[in-house]
C-alpha cells in the first residue's frame, strides 16, 4: 500500500467536519471512465505541501476536482480516501478526510446512513475492462481496508463492516447505487472474496509481526490442541479470566487474548506440575 495524504479542505463536507466513531468500511468505486487520481484529489494553493502533492498526483486543469465549495447542496458529497493513478501512472491510496470525520458518500436509506457509522473510499474506474488495472487497485483496497480495520479494531467478516456502497443500499444505509457489483463481478471477484481477503492479510500479518492471539478455547483446540488441556484446567480454576467479562457457550472466557508464546510457557509450568495441587 501507499498510502499519501491530501484533504480535501474547501470541500463542504470537511467544512461541516462531523465527528464518526468508525465502525465500518465501504467499498465505492467512481463510475466514471477515469484512473487518474488527479480527476477528483488535488491541494489548493496554499495547503500544505501543495507542490509535492501536484507533483505526485498531476495537475487537474479542468477545475472539476472535490477540493472546493459546491453551491448546489444536493451535490455535495466527499469520501475518506480515493485509490487511482498517481501522475506516473502508479497506483496509490490517498487520504482526503480525517479518518474520523463523517463522508458524505452514501446518502441514506429507509435504516439510516453509513455516512454516520463507515469509512469510505472511491476507486477510481477505468473502462472495466482492464484486468491489470483492477487487479493493482483490487489489492491496494484490500491492503488499505486491512489497515482500515486494524486501526479500528474491525473484523472484516463481522456482518456489515466491510460492505460496498450496493450492499449498504440492500442494508437500507445508503442509496440506491450499484458500485462496486458493477465492476467486481467482470473481473471474477465480489465482496464475499474482497472480506476474505482482508482478513486473510491481517491474520498474515499478525503471523508475520508474532502478534497471531488466541481468544477462545474453541480456538486454542482447533488451531493449538497442544495446548488446550493447559488452558481449559487454568480457566476452570478461574486462574486464566479473560480481557473482560465475555464468556463463551461453554463458560469459557471468550477474550482470552493469549499469544503462542504465552500457551507455550503455561504448557511449560504445566508439565512441570506447576499448577498441579
Ligand atoms: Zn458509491
Request: with cysteine.
Given at each position: 500500500?501507499?498510502?499519501?495524504?491530501?484533504?480535501?479542505?474547501?470541500?463542504?463536507?470537511?467544512?461541516?467536519?462531523?465527528?464518526?466513531?468508525?465502525?465500518?468500511?465501504?467499498?465505492?468505486?467512481?463510475?466514471?471512465?477515469?484512473?487518474?487520481?488527479?480527476?477528483?484529489?488535488?491541494?489548493?494553493?496554499?495547503?500544505?505541501?501543495?507542490?509535492?502533492?501536484?507533483?505526485?498526483?498531476?495537475?487537474?486543469?479542468?477545475?472539476?476536482?472535490?477540493?472546493?465549495?459546491?453551491?448546489?447542496?444536493?451535490?455535495?458529497?466527499?469520501?475518506?480516501?480515493?485509490?487511482?493513478?498517481?501522475?506516473?501512472?502508479?497506483?496509490?491510496?490517498?487520504?482526503t478526510l480525517p479518518w474520523?470525520?463523517?463522508?458524505?458518500?452514501?446518502?441514506?436509506?429507509?435504516?439510516?446512513?453509513?455516512?454516520?457509522?463507515?469509512?469510505?473510499?472511491?476507486?477510481?474506474?477505468?473502462?472495466?475492462?482492464?484486468?491489470?488495472y483492477f487487479r493493482s487497485?483490487?489489492?491496494?483496497?484490500?491492503?488499505?481496508?486491512?489497515?482500515?480495520?486494524?486501526?479500528?479494531?474491525?473484523?472484516?467478516?463481522?456482518?456489515?463492516?466491510?460492505?460496498?456502497?450496493?450492499?449498504?443500499?440492500?442494508?437500507?444505509i445508503a442509496s440506491t447505487?450499484?458500485?462496486?457489483?458493477?465492476?467486481?463481478?467482470?473481473?471474477?471477484?465480489?465482496?464475499?472474496?474482497?472480506?476474505?481477503?482482508?482478513?486473510?492479510?491481517?491474520?498474515?500479518?499478525?503471523?508475520?509481526?508474532?502478534?497471531?492471539?488466541?481468544?477462545?478455547?474453541?480456538?486454542?483446540?482447533?488451531?493449538?490442541?497442544?495446548?488446550?488441556?493447559?488452558?481449559?484446567?487454568?480457566?476452570?480454576?478461574?486462574?486464566?479470566?479473560?480481557?473482560?467479562?465475555?464468556?463463551?457457550?461453554?463458560?469459557?472466557?471468550?477474550?482470552?487474548?493469549?499469544?503462542?508464546?504465552?500457551?507455550?510457557?503455561?504448557?511449560?509450568?504445566?508439565?512441570?506440575?506447576?499448577?498441579?495441587?
Amino acid at each position: 500500500m501507499k498510502l499519501m495524504k491530501c484533504l480535501l479542505i474547501e470541500n463542504d463536507c470537511y467544512k461541516a467536519g462531523a465527528g464518526m466513531k468508525p465502525r465500518g468500511v465501504m467499498v465505492h468505486s467512481t463510475g466514471v471512465n477515469n484512473p487518474n487520481l488527479r480527476r477528483y484529489v488535488q491541494p489548493v494553493a496554499g495547503q500544505e505541501n501543495y507542490d509535492g502533492l501536484i507533483a505526485a498526483l498531476g495537475k487537474n486543469s479542468n477545475g472539476n476536482h472535490w477540493n472546493r465549495h459546491i453551491d448546489d447542496p444536493n451535490k455535495r458529497k466527499c469520501v475518506h480516501a480515493f485509490i487511482g493513478k498517481l501522475a506516473d501512472g502508479s497506483i496509490a491510496t490517498v487520504q482526503t478526510l480525517p479518518w474520523e470525520m463523517q463522508a458524505w458518500h452514501c446518502y441514506y436509506g429507509p435504516n439510516g446512513s453509513g455516512n454516520a457509522t463507515h469509512i469510505a473510499f472511491e476507486i477510481c474506474e477505468d473502462n472495466l475492462d482492464d484486468p491489470v488495472y483492477f487487479r493493482s487497485v483490487y489489492k491496494e483496497a484490500v491492503e488499505f481496508t486491512a489497515y482500515l480495520c486494524k486501526l479500528y479494531g474491525l473484523d472484516p467478516l463481522a456482518d456489515g463492516v466491510v460492505i460496498c456502497h450496493k450492499e449498504g443500499a440492500r442494508r437500507g444505509i445508503a442509496s440506491t447505487h450499484s458500485d462496486v457489483e458493477n465492476w467486481f463481478p467482470r473481473m471474477g471477484c465480489s465482496m464475499d472474496g474482497f472480506r476474505q481477503d482482508v482478513k486473510d492479510l491481517m491474520t498474515e500479518q499478525k503471523e508475520e509481526e508474532g502478534m497471531k492471539t488466541y481468544d477462545t478455547v474453541s480456538q486454542i483446540r482447533a488451531e493449538a490442541s497442544w495446548a488446550a488441556p493447559t488452558i481449559e484446567k487454568l480457566c476452570m480454576a478461574n486462574a486464566l479470566r479473560g480481557g473482560s467479562e465475555a464468556k463463551d457457550a461453554e463458560g469459557y472466557p471468550a477474550d482470552l487474548h493469549l499469544s503462542e508464546d504465552a500457551l507455550r510457557i503455561l504448557v511449560i509450568n504445566d508439565r512441570m506440575g506447576l499448577y498441579s495441587k
